[in-house]
């Protein structure tokens, strides 16, 4: 069967490859192909009954356990939120260091009470965060939940975005590292243009193929997840994908960290992503630096696009 890429449409010369599954160690292969043309790496088939790849009490996004000192972090967390709002620090703080996704926020007009849509939220760990900044207006959503989940925060509703209709627009529809698993890749940023004001925002978080990671590590690569993530995007494939959608990119940037070196290299050694090899703190400071160093370059491995409606 010929391997057809499901981006950008081209048959020829496309190269086959074999990749393991590591997060739960079971080893399984699965056959993936890179588009000779746009760079997109990409699932053959994909598998049936996807929900048992993703078990609720094992995959990490449905799992998120109360960790130690959670309590003084969330005071930590809920005095930054405050300062941020009161602009008692500077907000070119780097404030993004507590909060990743702010990072994304900069500069954008969001504002406290924007509408905000997650897609593919899992149990909601995002939306909690973004709920400590003082954000009142989340939604998420996520088909691999058991149900619906309603807080005095924010809903979750048990939807892909494709069968998502609410009856408001969105200032904001955001992936943050969901978008790799979806199958129906222009279906879905046909659904997040509809659900987007003219004025929204619409925010992908991806691993990134075109990378050092990448080139270093290959079927390793810890980004893979294989059957988990359908597609690993290049920057060049994501950028024809959303401007046949009529996005045009606001701002790009890579936000990799030392994963890409520490989680691979378990996979290289024990075909596990996460054993976890003890560092030392030189090393683990080094790894680090490096690591900013690639995002420098826009040679991380994960990077994050942010796109309006042309
Ligand atoms: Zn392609």
Redesign the pocket.
Known sequence: MENK??????AEN?EELVVKENQFGTGKKFTYFK??????L?ITDFPKEMSQYYPNDKYYSYNMKTKKNAKIKKIIKTFLRYCYFHNFIPKNFRYFKVFPFLKAFEGLRITASSAILDVGCGSGSLLKQMTYCGYKNLTGIDPFNDKDIVTNDFSIFKTDICNYQPDKKFDVVMFNHSFEHIAEQHETLAAAHNLLTDTGYLIIRIPVCDCFAYRKYGVNWRAWDAPRHFFLHSTN?IA?LTKKHNFILVKQFCDSSEGQFTESEDIEKYAFRYQHTLLSKKRSKLLHQQAEILNEMYDGDTACFILKKQ
């Open positions: 890429c499901k981006i950008c449409g081209n496309n588009c000779a043309d746009c760079g997109c990409q494939s024809g």
